[in-house]
């Protein structure tokens, strides 16, 4: 079967499975992004509420000791600051939501590589393969979909800076020779 003219069965269908990968790789990169945003957010969250805590504590133990006015009203602003915040995080478990996302990801990365295989191994397989292989990678990929959380709208254009600018997901060859052992780096075979 003739695969280079772009009105070609062959190119219609690397086309369309050149698209899903693509698809694939941005929402797993979103998936990545949510991570760390949760994951940080998490973190200055932790600390803010330590810090609250501290002052909350010392604005107090300031009332014992001296009796101030202003002591009693900042415990009272920290308190409720604290409170808030606390409030806030009770019903979100950014931890929790964080390994969804990053259970996803990961679940998302088998597949993204299934991809690049088929796509290595395209001109070598018989059509029926290339058909048979692209629709249990999207089987898989909706099952993955379906039991996963959604992504946002903050996290796909993460993930599009990511990707377009930043090319976090290529490597130059100079990049993944020096990566490899010099017995293998496409350099020293020149």
Same mark, same amino acid.
């Given at each position: 079967? +003739?695969?280079?003219?772009?009105?070609?069965?062959?190119? %219609?269908?690397?086309?369309?499975?050149?698209?899903?990968?693509?698809?694939?790789?941005?929402?797993?990169?979103? &998936?990545?992004?949510?991570?760390?945003?949760?994951?940080?957010?998490?973190?200055?969250?932790?600390?803010?509420?330590?810090? /609250?805590?501290?002052? !909350? !504590?010392?604005?107090?133990?300031?009332?014992?000791?001296?009796?101030?006015?202003?002591?009693?009203?900042?415990?009272?602003?920290?308190?409720?600051?604290?409170?808030?915040?606390?409030?806030?995080?009770?019903?979100?478990?950014?931890?929790?939501?964080?390994?969804? &996302?990053?259970?996803?990801?990961?679940?998302?990365? %088998?597949?993204?590589?299934?991809?690049?295989? /088929?796509?290595?191994?395209?001109?070598?397989? +018989?059509?029926?393969?290339?058909?048979?292989?692209?629709?249990?990678?999207?089987?898989? !990929?909706? +099952?993955?979909?379906?039991?996963?959380?959604?992504?946002?709208? *903050?996290?796909?254009?993460?993930?599009? *800076?990511?990707? %377009?600018?930043?090319?976090?997901?290529?490597?130059?060859? *100079? +990049?993944?020779?020096?990566?490899?052992?010099?017995?293998?780096?496409?350099?020293?075979?020149?």
């Amino acid at each position: 079967m +003739e695969r280079n003219s772009q009105s070609s069965q062959g190119y %219609k269908l690397e086309s369309q499975i050149r698209e899903a990968y693509g698809r694939v790789v941005y929402t797993f990169t979103c &998936h990545n992004k949510i991570v760390q945003r949760l994951l940080s957010l998490n973190n200055n969250i932790k600390v803010c509420q330590i810090v /609250l805590s501290a002052l !909350t !504590t010392g604005s107090f133990f300031a009332i014992i000791v001296s009796s101030e006015v202003i002591a009693s009203v900042m415990g009272a602003v920290f308190s409720v600051a604290l409170l808030i915040l606390n409030a806030y995080t009770y019903n979100f478990n950014m931890v929790e939501t964080a390994q969804a &996302h990053q259970q996803a990801s990961d679940a998302l990365w %088998k597949i993204r590589e299934e991809y690049v295989s /088929l796509l290595t191994d395209f001109d070598l397989l +018989e059509v029926s393969e290339i058909m048979e292989q692209r629709d249990d990678l999207q089987n898989r !990929t909706a +099952e993955i979909y379906a039991q996963s959380p959604r992504t946002d709208y *903050k996290s796909y254009k993460e993930a599009q *800076k990511a990707l %377009k600018t930043d090319e976090e997901q290529t490597f130059s060859e *100079k +990049e993944i020779d020096v990566m490899l052992p010099n017995s293998i780096r496409r350099e020293n075979r020149k």
